[in-house]
Every structure is written in structure tokens, then in C-alpha cells.
């Protein structure tokens, strides 16, 4: 899944491309593609022709595009989706799932989704803590790239969670934006195994964590993201190239960057923890 260079490479090219266009037509082309828009799919295309999209903004690994109705067009990208910036005319992905076309004519907006895990809503915005979000992402954290994000906070949040720090980083509710990949790469640069207890943290490691978290996500927007196949890529459907730089993630038997170990791969949470046997040794017990 995304986490949030990746999603913020992709509100960029929205806000490039699709920022003050008014909507002419709408075409939903998969029904499970607009399935969070409870009202469904002929609601969702009448109410959003004929706004205007507005500013592209994210937090963490949500986004979501500003209407000039008050409302906001909040795009989940699942496992696999892309929004594409298409010429009007350019041949249909075998996997477009909504269209959007413009009353300038222009290129079009296109959601495309292999998986359809993903998909398009239109949300409420309402306030919390001073920021405008739409109400599905209200119980978001602010992430690390946020100017009002609160590190002291963060690291007190990550503290008291009585779990492991792997599962405190991943957690949505108190830091956004760090997935499975980035905390990887965040426990590696801290010489810290992901099963280690985030309550027995002292608050100067847990602060050196979040900073490496902070710091490689930042690495990774420089570098367009992560793209392991063609399913991540930009609106212009360009892949990124930070995959090049990740010191354990992925890289199971490979030597660890820093000391020459082979990298191991454990499970997690359905999914996979990469690490350094040596730097990051097991937490005993």
C-alpha cells in the first residue's frame, strides 16, 4: 500500500493538473470502485459535475481533493490504485474504474485500480484540532511532514502504547503516514528489532526512531516514492526509484548495508518485518 511519500508524490500531480478544472461529466466504470460513497455510483456522479476541484491536500496516506461545494472528493488508494492525468481520446486502461472529464476539455482524471481494493467518496469536511479534514480521516494523527506536527507528542503517544514499536509506529492514531516499508527502514537506521517493547523505550530513542522515520520518508519523496512493480506510480504514470536505497526492506538474504549480515524476513501482522540479525537482535523473552 502507499504510505506517504508515495501519496504525497501523487497530491502533488493532482494539485498540478486537476486544481481549479471544473468537473464536466462523470463516468463510473466498476461499482466497488465508489463502494465508500454509500448513496452510490449515479449520486456520486451528479454531485460531483459541475464543481470545481479545488486545493489536493493529504495527511498521512489519506487524500483528498477540495470542492468548491464545501464537500471533498477523498480518494483511497488500496493496494493498487493510480490517478492518472490522461489526453481525452488516450486508449482506457484495462483497469479504469472512474472518470472524470473537464469543461476545458483538457486531459482527463482517471482512477484506475487492478485490485479495486481502492476507490472514490465524497466526505463532509469538518474541523478537528484547528485543520479542515473530511470526517473519514478525522481520527487521523498529523504526520511528521505536517508544520503543526507535534514531535514531543507524537513521542510521549508512541510511549504509552503498551504493544511493540513496530505496531506503536504503524499505528494511524498516533503518528500517520509510516507504513510497513518506511518503519522498516526507520527500526534499521535505530538499531531497534520491531518486536522491542515501545513502553520501555526511553523518550530519547523513541525520539531518534521517529526522527529516522521522519528523515527516510523525506529521502523517499525525493526520489518519487517507492515502486516495486507498476502498480505505484505518479498522475503522469512514472515510477519512483527510492526502492534503489532501502537498506532491509525486501532484501531478505542480501547483506545488511551497514555490517554485511543477511538481511532476514520474519512475519507480521499478514505481511513481512525485514531486519538485520545483528543490529536489530531479538528482544529476549
Keep these: 500500500m502507499p504510505e506517504l511519500p508515495e501519496v504525497e508524490v501523487v497530491r502533488r500531480g493532482l494539485h498540478e493538473h486537476a486544481a481549479g478544472r471544473t468537473v464536466a461529466a462523470v463516468e463510473v466504470l466498476h461499482p466497488r470502485a465508489i463502494r465508500r460513497h454509500l448513496p452510490g455510483a449515479a449520486d456520486f456522479a451528479v454531485r460531483l459535475a459541475g464543481q470545481t476541484l479545488l486545493a489536493a491536500r493529504r495527511r498521512g496516506k489519506y487524500l483528498w481533493v477540495d470542492l468548491s461545494g464545501g464537500d471533498a472528493m477523498l480518494a483511497h488508494l488500496g493496494m493498487s490504485g493510480q490517478m492518472l492525468v490522461q489526453p481525452v481520446g488516450a486508449p482506457d486502461e484495462k483497469h479504469l474504474r472512474v472518470r ?11 482512477f484506475v485500480d487492478q485490485r479495486t481494493f481502492g476507490g472514490l467518496a465524497l466526505a463532509e469536511i469538518v474541523e478537528v484540532d484547528g485543520a479542515q479534514l473530511p470526517q473519514p480521516v478525522a481520527h487521523i494523527a498529523r504526520d511528521p511532514m505536517d508544520p503543526a506536527f507535534d514531535a514531543e507528542a507524537a513521542v510521549s503517544a508512541l510511549r504509552r502504547r503498551r504493544t511493540e514499536v513496530k505496531r506503536a509506529l504503524l499505528d494511524q492514531t498516533l503518528v500517520s503516514g509510516v507504513g510497513n516499508i518506511y518503519a522498516d527502514e526507520a527500526l534499521w537506521r535505530a538499531r531497534l528489532h520491531g518486536l522491542r517493547a515501545a513502553e520501555k523505550l526511553s523518550r530519547p530513542k523513541t525520539a531518534e ?22 502498480l505505484y506510480v505518479n498522475v503522469n504514470g ?21 555490517c554485511g549480515t543477511a538481511v532476514r524476513r520474519e512475519p507480521f501482522m499478514n505481511r513481512s518485518s525485514y531486519s538485520c540479525p545483528r543490529c536489530q537482535p531479538r528482544p529476549r523473552g
Design 100 to 110: 472524470l472529464r473537464f469543461a476545458d476539455g483538457g486531459p482527463e482524471l482517471r
Design 209 to 230: 526512531l521517529l526522527a529516522h522515520a521522519t528523515r527516510v520518508m523525506h529521502e523517499a519523496l525525493g526520489e518519487g516514492g517507492t515502486s516495486f512493480d507498476a
Design 238 to 258: 512514472q515510477s519512483g526509484y527510492f526502492d534503489r536505497s532501502l537498506a532491509v526492506y525486501g532484501r531478505e538474504g542480501e547483506p545488511c548495508r551497514r
